[in-house]
């Protein structure tokens, strides 16, 4: 209703994946005397007092009751929770209020974290006790990329006389014009890097891995990157978004001898170490299947061990008859599959490499006739293989 006014309580912190970390609702009409909210010590026991806005008193009050006898009778008294008794806490003076009007499901990231007893979410402190993040700790020489980095490594790959002659690169897109091409002459457009490597792989590397995803297993694949909305915010995708089926080359796919050449051939291009990288991430497309709009930058992961996602190789190990393609919608640019050839393109930015560049939004387009197979292998800022050893990834 638009003649309704609205006003707006924003979580502080983060953003969510849910996009704006923010609720409307009613606010008394302007000359009303109401006072809009009493400051109260409700919940003063569960962390940091909460303010009980008068416009939902019963609604707080339960809320803070609820949290309190889940605190009281779960919490206090399951050894599960013994670690993070101390440590779970409303942390914000809105948590209450925020819970009453849904946040902690419409926004979860920040709400299970910052208001874990009204949002009964104490386990994820687990967590964080389990994988700390201590950014003072982090040594230079762990952090793949620092600004700058990443224009180094794409002009490498694109001069480099060996990478030349193995991989033919070819440059689709790249942020400024090389020395001595102008807009007339140049090849490809401007924009993020995009590059392209064909006879990456050879045939036997493109069969076995093929091979090894069937002998893993294809699944449905599942909700895990952002998705760009709109209003250019993200959320989680629905599985509608995305049809194909995926495996992880895990072990023993991880340990085949030719999956290990791969990774090599890998390495001597990006010069990132596999350390920093996912298990490849084998896809199968069957006609019709299809990938919608995405980004592969993680936002939550800024804040874990792993960093976030900084580079994506992926990997056509078919040929596909028709359709297929990689789509980057934003920069009106397609890659077509082509069994061994792989496409490199950046997630985040020269300068600040731990921000999205949010051009980099793509979409695997329906396949129309034959089977594409593909494999992911995502980059992250730090190790990846420690923290998904402790379950922390
Ligand atoms: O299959 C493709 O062409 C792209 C797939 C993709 O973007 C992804 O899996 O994140
Ligand atoms: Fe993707």
Redesign the pocket.
């Known amino acids: 209703d638009p003649t309704v006014a609205t006003a707006t309580v924003t979580n502080d912190g983060r953003s969510s994946s849910t996009g704006a970390a923010s609720t409307g609702f009613e606010t008394p009409i302007p000359g009303d005397d109401v006072d809009i909210t009493i400051m109260n010590v409700a919940g003063a026991d569960l962390g940091v007092p909460q303010t009980v806005d008068v416009r939902y008193p019963q609604e707080i009050l339960a809320v803070i009751h609820e949290g309190r006898n889940y605190f009281e009778d779960w919490v206090k008294r399951d050894p599960f929770y013994a670690p993070v008794v101390e440590l779970c806490k409303n942390q914000h003076e809105n948590c209450a209020l925020w819970a009453a009007l849904g946040e902690c499901e419409k926004n979860a990231a920040y709400m299970k974290h910052h208001c874990p007893i009204v949002c009964k979410s104490c386990e994820v402190l687990h967590h964080e006790t389990k994988c700390p993040v201590d950014s003072t700790n982090i040594q230079e020489d762990e952090v793949a990329w620092r600004p700058g980095d990443l224009d180094k490594m794409f002009q490498r790959i694109t001069t480099d006389p060996t990478i030349q002659e193995l991989h033919q690169p070819t440059v689709l897109q790249r942020p400024t014009y090389a020395n001595g091409d102008t807009e007339e002459t140049a090849t490809y457009n401007l924009g993020f890097w995009v590059v392209t490597l064909d006879n990456f792989l050879t045939q036997q590397e493109t069969e076995q891995i093929v091979r090894l995803g069937h002998q893993a297993g294809f699944n449905r ?1 599942a909700s895990d ?1 952002g998705k760009a909305s709109q209003d250019g915010s993200f959320t989680r995708r629905f599985d509608e978004d ?1 049809t ?1 089926e ?1 495996t992880w080359c895990k072990r023993p796919c991880y340990e085949d001898p030719i999956v290990q050449r791969v990774l090599q051939k890998m390495y001597h291009v990006t010069q990132i170490h596999d350390k920093h990288a996912e298990n490849l ?1 084998i ?1 199968k ?1 069957e006609p019709q299947q299809y ?1 919608k709009p ?1 980004i ?1 930058y993680i936002f939550e992961e800024k804040s874990r061990m792993q960093g976030v996602r900084i580079l ?1 190789m ?1 990997l ?1 190990l078919s040929d596909v008859e028709e359709g ?3 789509n980057f919608p934003q920069m009106d640019l397609t ?1 077509m ?1 082509k069994r061994g050839r792989a ?1 490199l393109w950046p997630s985040v930015l020269n300068e600040a490499p731990n921000s999205m560049d949010a051009r980099t939004v ?4 329906p396949v129309l006739k034959g089977i ?1 197979y ?1 494999a ?1 292998a995502w980059y992250h800022m730090r190790d990846f293989k420690t923290p998904l050893a402790r379950g922390c990834a």
């Open positions: 694949s990157v995305r194909s995926n991430q896809l497309y990938y995405h592969d994506t992926y056509y297929g393609g990689t890659v599959p496409l793509h979409q695997a387009l594409k593909g992911n």
